[in-house]
């Protein structure tokens, strides 16, 4: 079983860049595709970005797409999340996600197809 940690979160204001990180450890990551989501208060999580077990196929939500990056670096057991021009509406709690089904081969945005889960780290933009 696979345990994840977020790190990186912060306040910033409007425009700004932040690199989110989550680190594996238990098992290798590179047998998960793994995935970004995001929940901000009273709302629903959402899919934020993915990536496959190599990182050779990437999928983005719309309203992240141009300005998130998303990679992993398996040597390393983590994934990272570049966040770039980011927005008010950016602000949530980031959660990083791993799919083992296909050892790692889809890049789903659905939260039901990740079976382990992160604890979170708050992301504010805020002037």
């Known amino acids: 079983q696979v345990r994840l940690v977020e790190s990186g979160g912060g306040l910033l204001q409007p425009g700004g860049s932040l690199r989110l990180s989550c680190a594996a450890s238990g098992r290798a990551l590179s047998n998960y595709a793994m995935g970004w989501f995001r929940q901000a208060p009273g709302k629903e999580r959402e899919f934020v970005a993915a990536i496959n077990w190599n990182g050779g196929s990437t999928y983005y939500a719309g309203s992240v797409k141009g300005r998130f990056t998303i990679s992993r670096d398996n040597a390393k057991n983590t994934v990272y999340l570049q966040m770039n021009s980011l927005k008010p509406e950016d602000t949530a709690v980031y959660y990083c996600?791993?799919?083992?089904w296909g050892s790692g081969r889809r890049t789903s945005h659905y939260d039901y197809d990740y079976h382990y889960w992160g604890q979170g780290t708050q992301v504010t933009v805020s002037s």
């Open positions: 996600a791993a799919d083992d």
